[in-house]
T-cell receptor, first 114, second 111 residues
Framework: QQQVKQSPQSLIVQKGGISIINCAYENTAFDYFPWYQQFPGKGPALLIAIRPDVSEKKEGRFTISFNKSAKQFSLHIMDSQPGDSATYFC?????????????FGSGTRLLVRP | NAGVTQTPKFQVLKTGQSMTLQCAQD?????MSWYRQDPGMGLRLIHYSVGAGITDQGEVPNGYNVSRSTTEDFPLRLLSAAPSQTSVYFCASGRSGNTIYFGEGSWLTVV
């Protein structure tokens, strides 16, 4: 049973556009929601993360929106650039000392066209 | 500071063979883990460790063994390789409540 569902599977956006990736979770014990970026041949790297005490977190062009009642969170990439082309994974974890026991979504392959 | 180092980068095994994927970190992190990445399935946790001498199972532990004799090293052993273990393996490390850092991956093919 997939605990973190991610959509869409792939996304094509024009340069300068907004990229939106959505995730939904089931386990209400989750309290840490990171997004990872992965380039081909590389390991995932933390992009931005949020905890449920806030509904939004912004870092540069990247924003996480969090809806606790709906058990959903999303990544928005503003002014998308070709260099943002990568695979993006949402993840979730919860409980004492378990921010490292990440449950990942299936990933979204983003292509930003110049 | 090398971060998380995985070896080998690429490996081809025959069914039934055993091998060890090595992982080392130089950041004095107490937490280390192994994930496997398969197309359309994201990353799935195989085993993890919260400190030297302490290991536990993740989502998909069957067919894999781990040990943590030092803070720096966390090898993953495939006991009898099967084609279903063809995957990309990532080692990760971190401190509780903080960022998890991933290695660059080990591509394993079992024929």
């Amino acid at each position: 049973q997939q605990q973190v569902k991610q959509s869409p599977q792939s996304l094509i956006v024009q340069k300068g556009g907004i990229s939106i990736i959505n995730c939904a979770y089931e386990n209400t014990a989750f309290d840490y929601f990171p997004w990872y970026q992965q380039f081909p041949g590389k390991g995932p790297a933390l992009l931005i993360a949020i905890r449920p005490d806030v509904s939004e977190k912004k870092e540069g062009r990247f924003t996480i929106s969090f809806n606790k009642s709906a058990k959903q969170f999303s990544l928005h990439i503003m002014d998308s650039q070709p260099g943002d082309s990568a695979t993006y994974f949402c993840a979730a974890a919860g409980g004492k000392d378990s921010s490292y026991k990440l449950i990942f979504g299936s990933g979204t392959r983003l292509l930003v066209r110049p | 500071n090398a971060g998380v180092t995985q070896t080998p980068k690429f490996q081809v095994l025959k069914t039934g063979q055993s091998m060890t994927l090595q992982c080392a970190q130089d950041m004095n992190h107490e937490y280390m883990s192994w994930y496997r990445q398969d197309p359309g399935m994201g990353l799935r946790l195989i085993h993890y460790s919260v400190g030297a001498g302490i290991t536990d199972q993740g989502e998909v532990p069957n067919g894999y063994n781990v040990s943590r004799s030092t803070t720096e090293d966390f090898p993953l052993r495939l006991l009898s390789a099967a084609p279903s273990q063809t995957s990309v393996y990532f080692c990760a490390s971190g401190r509780s409540g903080n960022t998890i850092y991933f290695g660059e991956g080990s591509w394993l093919t079992v024929v």
